[in-house]
């Protein structure tokens, strides 16, 4: 029996202990719970839920039928346990690299699959993880996204050794996925090229092929390797148009013709911004349609450039609700930089 000041200076112990203990994480009930996120904390960490809108499908993303083919078809492998690929979406900014991934979550979640967010800095945390998801009934998809490391960055070796190292080999039910701007991940200096073709650096690797092997060798480890690329005009306007249609739908409301004048708003919008990717047009169309479209830029000012006679009066629209997203739509043949 503990004296009243034994315990009481025990309690006080507690208190103080309390605040600096790992939070605890309940158990994810999979069959409610689709997309989950791990979280670090202290030592440990633990899978939290997401709130994931499954709004994004395979059939909304555009010009993108070869990498949508290529990625489908693994995930079919993937769901039906049969040997897969784990997979590499490389390439430039806004082309619907992530869009992907999301479709693949609203289109086959009723097939058992689940998405679990990694950040680059918890994947030390990988192995432990995977070792709790094995003997579950269901296919598991860790997702990395804007993943890459920097010189001297050494947390990919993690990622490698689950990918393709360990004796203890990766669950059946399990396959990663990753998208970057990167193709092999890791930054590739000029000095690679010069110390390959017999300058010498100072400071340099006597070995530099094994250097450079080395730092490729995650992205090898990825079976399927899909790469993006800034659209075509073309695809970049078509991108445009859809994403006008379905705006009108989402605010329930008649918007003013996508014609020409907005055409070219949109394409003077990508200069702007550097490149056509989907969620540049998006932003463009977002931009004509609070606007009321078909007018044309002065300085920073709209001025509608079509004669007063032929001007129809236009309301200003909401911008779309998140669910649309600003990489929901996405290129089949490439990718820009920066996800």
């Not at 990694?118 to 804007?146: E, I």
Request: proline residues 6%.
């Amino acid at each position: 029996m503990l004296s009243p000041e034994l315990n009481e200076r025990l309690l006080a112990l507690l208190d103080r202990i309390e605040p600096i203990l790992p939070p605890r994480f309940d158990p994810i009930d999979f069959d409610q719970i689709k997309a989950v996120r791990y979280q670090a904390a202290g030592a440990g960490g633990g899978l939290v839920p997401i709130d994931a809108a499954l709004d994004q499908r395979f059939s909304d993303l555009l010009a993108m039928e070869r990498q949508q083919q290529h990625f489908r078809a693994n995930a079919e492998l993937f769901l039906k346990g049969w040997p897969s690929n784990h997979v590499l979406l490389w390439g430039a900014r806004g082309t619907g690299k992530s869009s992907l991934v999301r479709a693949m979550l609203t289109d086959y979640h009723g097939r058992g699959l689940r998405l679990i967010e990694f950040a680059k800095a918890d994947l030390n945390r990988l192995p432990q993880v995977l070792s709790t998801l094995a003997d579950l009934p269901y296919h598991f998809v860790v997702f990395c996204d804007d993943l890459s490391f920097e010189s001297g960055d050494t947390g990919y070796q993690a990622l490698k050794t689950v990918l393709e190292g360990s004796m203890a080999g990766v669950p059946q039910n399990l396959m990663v996925v990753a998208t970057s701007n990167r193709k092999h991940l890791v930054p590739e200096p000029a000095a690679d090229n010069l110390a390959s073709a017999g300058n010498v650096v100072d400071g340099g690797e006597v070995h530099l092929a094994d250097s450079i092997n080395e730092r490729i060798a995650l992205a090898d480890r990825f079976g399927l390797s899909l790469s993006f690329y800034q659209y075509s005009q073309p695809d970049y306007l078509a991108i445009c148009r859809h994403a006008y249609a379905t705006l009108a739908q989402q605010v329930n409301e008649a918007l003013p013709e996508f014609d020409e004048q907005m055409a070219i708003e949109a394409s003077r919008f990508a200069i702007d911004r550097g490149g056509r990717g989907g969620r540049v047009a998006l932003a463009a169309v977002e931009r004509e349609s609070l606007r009321g479209g078909g007018g044309e830029r002065d300085g920073d000012h709209h001025r509608d450039a079509r004669p007063r006679g032929d001007r129809q009066r236009h309301t200003s629209f909401p911008s779309p609700p998140r669910e649309l997203g600003h990489d929901a739509l996405s290129d089949p043949h490439g990718e820009q930089t920066g996800e």
